[in-house]
């Protein structure tokens, strides 16, 4: 109909409609048996959760069953569980997924290394690769250097993020041209994804 407001965007993507149907399932241990209903998401982090402590999922649910308080919810005590602790997960995951780790594990190489934005920017480097720009472009390193010094890739950037994406296990090796004035430096270097979360870096360490 004409007139009638256009839907609002979606924030979230839907949830998968068996998701949202509470799952019955009888959990014992011992010879305490305890009937739950849970969405089939809360039995996947109460089942990893389990693992993470090297337990089943009938000994965590006895634990909070006895520890739950005088007329606890038995459920909601498993939903708050699995939540607070998915949430510290994250806090732990976003603390490694920073642009400081990828710094220290760039400062901490013995080998010339960098970190490349998806631009072909050089984010950071460390004192191995300014010794090797002084080396093999003789120049004195600063921040005029650093602006005027041309990256170039045998494969494309978006390549080698797509390569790592399908098998982030194994870096990918490229050959790399350094330039700066008339001067050229040719060497391989390898690349892996930094653990940044917002943005896509790349870390290469300089072959030889």
């Not at 006895?66 to 909601?76: A, E, K, P, Q, V």
């Not at 732990?92 to 010339?112: D, G, H, R, Y």
């Not at 300014?130 to 080396?135: E, G, S, Y």
Request: hydrophobic share 40%; proline share 7%; charged share 20%.
């Amino acid at each position: 109909m004409s007139g009638e407001s256009p839907l609002p965007e979606r924030l979230l993507p839907p949830p998968p409609d068996e998701d949202l149907r509470p799952e019955f399932r009888a959990v014992a241990r011992g010879n305490v048996r305890y009937g739950i209903k849970l969405e089939r998401p809360f039995w996947s982090c109460l089942k990893r959760l389990a693992q993470s402590r090297n337990a089943t999922i009938g000994m965590l649910v006895d634990e909070l069953a006895r520890h739950r308080g005088n007329g606890g919810n038995l459920t909601s005590a498993i939903r708050v569980v699995c939540l607070s602790w998915l949430a510290e997960q994250n806090a732990e995951l976003a603390q490694l997924a920073s642009q400081k780790v990828t710094n220290a594990l760039i400062m901490a190489c013995p080998s010339p290394a960098f970190a490349l934005s998806s631009a072909k920017r050089i984010v950071t480097f460390n004192q191995p690769f300014q010794l090797l720009i002084r080396r093999q472009l003789p120049t004195v390193f600063g921040d005029e250097t650093r602006q005027e010094l041309k990256l170039a890739l045998d494969l494309n950037v978006v390549d080698i993020f797509q390569r790592l994406a399908h098998n982030p296990d194994a870096p990918v090796v490229t050959g790399f041209v350094l330039g700066l004035g008339e001067r050229r430096y040719r060497g391989q270097l390898n690349a892996v994804r930094a653990p940044v979360k917002d943005n896509e870096l790349l870390i290469a360490y300089i072959i030889g």
